[in-house]
C-alpha cells in the first residue's frame, strides 16, 4: 500500500488543522492506521491509532481526534487547540494486521506516508 498524507501547514497557537492521508491499494478496510509526529532533533513519536478502538498520545487526547472514510481510502487527524509543541513533520501509517496489538510502536506499521509538515506559531 502507498499512503499520502497532505494538510499540514502554519497555523497560530488554538488554532486547528486537519491532515489527510489517502491510502492505494483495495485492503485499506484491513489496516490498522496510525498517525506519528518527528520534531527536529527529536525521535519519531506515536500520535493516534485507529483499528478496533481509538487510541492517542497522553499529550494530544482531548485535542486530536483520528477517523477514517473507508469508502474513500482516507485517514483523517483533526487537530484542535494547537501548541507550538504539536510542531512537527507527522507521518501517516499503516499495519497490515487489523490490530491495536502494540499501536504505539513504530515497528508495527510496515507502510508510511511521505510526512506532511505542521507548524504552530506561539
Known amino acids: 500500500v502507498q499512503l499520502q498524507a497532505s494538510g499540514g501547514g502554519l497555523v497560530q497557537a488554538g488554532g486547528s488543522l486537519r491532515l489527510s492521508c489517502i491510502a492505494s491499494g483495495r485492503t485499506f478496510t484491513t489496516y490498522a492506521l496510525g498517525w506519528f509526529r518527528q520534531a527536529p532533533g527529536k525521535e519519531r513519536e506515536f500520535v493516534a491509532h485507529?483499528?478496533?478502538?481509538?487510541y492517542y498520545a497522553d499529550s494530544v487526547k482531548g485535542r486530536f481526534t483520528i477517523s477514517r472514510d473507508n469508502a474513500k481510502n482516507t485517514v483523517y487527524l483533526q487537530m484542535n487547540s494547537l501548541k507550538p509543541e504539536d510542531t512537527a513533520v507527522y507521518y501517516c501509517a499503516a499495519a497490515g494486521s487489523f490490530s491495536s496489538v502494540n499501536y504505539d510502536s513504530k515497528g508495527k506499521y510496515g507502510y508510511w506516508g511521505q510526512g506532511t509538515q505542521v507548524t504552530v506559531s506561539s
Open positions: 485507529i483499528s478496533w478502538a481509538t
